[in-house]
T-cell receptor
């Protein structure tokens, strides 16, 4: 089964606007994490939200988790051109050996 | 800030050749992982490693793959006889503790191109 499916697949916004990216998953999870990847580069951990948490903030990032709907959203406020990257959600399943299962990612373009 | 270091950043190899991808995890981390990302596709789990042995591997991680921690600092992924479909970005990751809520640190990746 697919786990960690993000939408939209691509998002283009103007600098200063907010960007909202969504992720859905199918199994029970221990936590959900968001990562950023600049083109052809490594994965940068952005934020982790545990299954018993509903919302978390880190700087301009806000993550929500709705375990009843098996979905999460990542909001980037006041976007900057430097936020242009691919964003991935990744889940750690309950009882798993804490391996990450990634979605396909969302390509965010922030126009200056 | 501590980093996971991967070398080389890009490797081109002929089909059928052996390659070794190298990683230096963060020094006080105990759990190590390899993931790969074929161009345009999802990042996929390959293998996890703890206490000098494999703790879990995916079905991708067949007999052509092996991992080793030869000297207490390096963590290597070996592909014995590379195939064209092994072309991908390979990411090493480490984390300090066993719990699922410990954060991962990923390296910048090695782009492997098999020709």
């Amino acid at each position: 089964s697919q786990q960690g499916e993000e939408d939209p697949q691509a998002l283009s916004i103007q600098e200063g606007e907010n960007a909202t990216m969504n992720c859905s998953y199918k199994t029970s999870i221990n936590n959900l994490q968001w990562y950023r990847q600049n083109s052809g580069r490594g994965l940068v951990h952005l934020i982790l939200i545990r299954s018993n948490e509903r919302e978390k903030h880190s700087g301009r990032l806000r993550v929500t988790l709705d375990t009843s709907k098996k979905s999460s959203s990542l909001l980037i406020t006041a976007s900057r051109a430097a936020d242009t990257a691919s964003y991935f959600c990744a889940t750690v399943r309950e009882g798993a050996n804490s391996k990450l299962t990634f979605g396909k990612g969302i390509t965010l373009s922030v126009r200056p | 800030e501590p980093e996971v270091t991967q070398t080389p950043s890009h490797q081109v190899t002929q089909m059928g050749q052996e390659v070794i991808l190298r990683c230096v995890p963060i020094s006080n981390h105990l759990y190590f992982y390899w993931y790969r990302q074929i161009l345009g596709q999802k990042v996929e789990f390959l293998v996890s490693f703890y206490n000098n042995e494999i703790s879990e591997k995916s079905e991708i991680f067949d007999d052509q793959f092996s991992v080793e921690r030869p000297d207490g600092s390096n963590f290597t992924l070996k592909i014995r006889s590379t195939k064209l479909e092994d072309s991908a970005m390979y990411f090493c990751a480490s984390k300090r503790g066993a719990g699922a809520n410990y954060g991962y640190t990923f390296g910048s990746g090695t782009r492997l191109t098999v020709v």
